[in-house]
């Protein structure tokens, strides 16, 4: 990995910045950037990084969706670079499910986002994607796109009743007790 990467976090003024997009994909600097942040995100054992996370301020982020002991019923899937992406339709419908942030260390919410959204965006070789995701990956989807809008998860909670201390959070999974979705997003 060329780029040593330090992750912002909630606070930092950086990570409220709206990222421009990206103008000329095929970028060697971009590129490079593409690869550190997938090696990254992959080492981290993550589900995604925006760009804006480490400070760079381009449009685009990683999704690197993967089954683990957190969080069993993600999908598997290639990490896949996402470049200047957008929803382009959403449902009405919302729900509510857990996530966390490597940017803000320590918390888990419940966060409401669209059951199912289309999306259009561009791959790291310049082909245009245009499909559709619901559940975890439609919320992985927005939870990155924020990022690149300078949002983070804790500015969509509703009440801080929906909010939980990481530790609080594992002892509610263990208990398996509380009658709420055991999902979440580590992003
Ligand atoms: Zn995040």
Redesign the pocket.
Known sequence: MNTPFNILELGEADLRRIAPPVADINDAVLQLQIDDLITFVQQRGGMGI?AT?VGINQRFFIMSSHPNERYPYAPEMLATCVINPEIVWHSSHTEKDWEG???VPGLRALVPRYQQIHVRYWLRDGTQVETAYEGFMARLFQ?ELD?LDGK??VDRVESTLDMMTESSWRSMLAGKSKGRDNNGTA?
């Open positions: 925006a996370q942030c490597l940017s939870h990022h983070v998860f992003v």
